[in-house]
Nanobody
Framework: QVQLREFGGGLVQVGGSLRLSCAAS????????MGWFRQAPGKEREYIAA????????YYVDLMKGRFTISRDIAKNTLYLQMNRLNAEDTAVYSC?????????????????????WGQGTQVTVAS
């Protein structure tokens, strides 16, 4: 099991940017596909972005394409989510998650149901 912890949430103005970080506890981070999820008040958790074990493949939900960028630094055991042009609908708790890829498939991006390691989440509030 890998321990995950998110950083970088906070209050931002509409149109602003934030970069979230997710620090992983162990060196086998390189064998985990990683994802970002968010949950707004009264809504279901949403799978918004993911990245394969070496970064060769990335997934974004349509609403985030062009605004959000997922990346990872294997040397630092850290996952990132750069969020630009934020709007009020982006207000949510953002969580990172990890899925161990036993096959070593560098192109594999898991479905949302596959993730079994979670951070505690970080609040992002976008205010006008």
């Amino acid at each position: 099991q890998v321990q995950l912890r998110e950083f970088g949430g906070g209050l931002v103005q509409v149109g602003g940017s934030l970069r979230l970080s997710c620090a992983a506890s162990e060196g086998t981070f390189r064998n985990y596909a990683m994802g970002w999820f968010r949950q707004a008040p009264g809504k279901e958790r949403e799978y918004i972005a993911a990245i394969s074990i070496r970064g060769e493949r990335r997934y974004y939900v349509d609403l985030m394409k062009g605004r959000f960028t997922i990346s990872r630094d294997i040397a630092k055991n850290t996952l990132y989510l750069q969020m630009n042009r934020l709007n009020a609908e982006d207000t949510a708790v953002y969580s990172c998650a990890a899925h161990f890829v036993r096959s070593g498939n560098v192109h594999y991006v898991p479905p949302s149901s596959a993730y079994d390691n979670w951070g505690q989440g970080t609040q992002v509030t976008v205010a006008s």
